[in-house]
Every structure is written in C-alpha cells, then in structure tokens.
C-alpha cells in the first residue's frame, strides 16, 4: 500500500482504497479525521478536518470540490505537524 506521503504527491484521483488508508492511518496514529459532505452548498462542498487526539496540533480544515485534493491539503499539514 502507498505511503501518506506518496498519496499527497500523487497527481491521481484518490481510489477509494486509498481514502480508507488514509482514514485508517490517522486513526492508528491516535488522531480523528472527518468528511463532511455538504450537497447543498453550491462550491465547497467537501470538509476534510483532521483533529489530535491528544492535542499535538490544532485542527487541521480543508474545504473544496474535489475531495482528493482537500485530504491531500490535510494530509500535507497533518505531516508537517505530527
């Protein structure tokens, strides 16, 4: 499987396996990652929030359209600030 940080530069839609990796590591890490689907919004419509279960960081929140690219966003801060 891909590591996080291949995931984030990667140019490719996110598979759905890749998204489950994603939700997957950051829960083993002890950290909360959430996805809000927000449909009647007109843009935007996607919240990816990535929370610390222990406090380490702030949380960390990307909204858009394209869900690959608002975990990507999340992803890149997340690892700079684990």
Do not use: C, H, W
Not at 56 to 78: E, N, P, T
């Amino acid at each position: 499987m891909d590591s996080l940080e291949s995931l984030i530069n990667s140019k490719e839609p996110l598979s759905d396996s890749q998204i489950m990796f994603v939700f997957n590591q950051v829960g083993l890490a002890g950290d909360i990652i959430l996805l809000k689907n927000d449909g009647p919004r007109a843009e935007a419509k996607f919240t990816v929030v990535i929370l610390s279960g222990d406090e380490k960081f702030s949380g960390i929140r990307q909204d858009s359209d394209d869900l690959s690219f608002a975990i990507r966003k999340v992803l890149s801060k997340y690892i700079v600030g684990r």
